[in-house]
């Protein structure tokens, strides 16, 4: 039972910082990356769809994105979708591409982009922690019911304990990579 409650509380906490990963690689390093725009959608004949699902992106440059639309009459609402994002890209379009120009990020950008990642980073500490409690609290309930032992109570929770600090450390550990990332001129 106890091995059952660390794997699962393990596997959570794996699939935290997996989350993390997902919503650092939507934040813009200076560097055209196609999932940047993983999370952008577009009104599609009236229904939100995403942007990879309509056209298709590729990174010709390091500092260009170029999006070719599958169905030409979807461009203005492409474009509509990118300036209203949160990316601060603007959209040249020649009627058959639209392509993204990166522009150096300035300081205060690349400040208020770290701001975001440690933002990230928090919610997935604070989602790794109450993974913890949610695993103590199955603990307490199977020691009140008698079905484990005060002294494997306490050392489960101690395992969970050192699961979390090494959980909390990868993300540590992630985000000083992606500030890293970020501030790299």
């Known amino acids: 039972m106890m091995k059952e409650i660390l794997k699962q509380t393990s596997d959570k906490m794996d699939k935290s910082i997996k989350a993390l990963s997902n ?15 993983d999370k952008l959608t577009v009104d599609y004949y009236g229904v939100q769809t995403p942007l990879l699902q309509i056209a298709s992106v590729s990174v ?16 203005t609402n492409i474009e509509k979708a990118i300036q209203a994002s949160d990316l601060g890209l603007t959209p040249n379009s020649d009627g058959t591409v639209i392509r993204l120009p990166f522009p150096p990020l300035t300081e205060e950008r690349r400040k208020e982009l770290v701001k975001i990642c440690k933002g990230y980073a928090e919610e ?5 922690r109450n993974i913890r409690r949610e695993a103590n609290d199955k603990l307490k309930h199977a020691e009140r019911d008698h079905e484990i032992s005060q002294d494997d109570m306490h050392r489960t929770e101690d395992d969970i304990q050192k699961l979390t600090d090494s959980h909390t450390a990868k993300i540590d550990e992630a985000l000083e990579h992606k500030e890293a990332e970020i501030m790299e001129v």
Do not use: H
């Open 23 to 37: 919503e650092f690689a939507t934040v813009r390093t200076g560097r055209a990356s196609t999932s940047l725009l």
């Open 60 to 75: 010709p440059e390091p500092q260009l994105l170029v999006i070719q639309p599958y169905d030409k009459s979807a461009m």
């Open 124 to 128: 997935a500490r604070v989602g790794v």
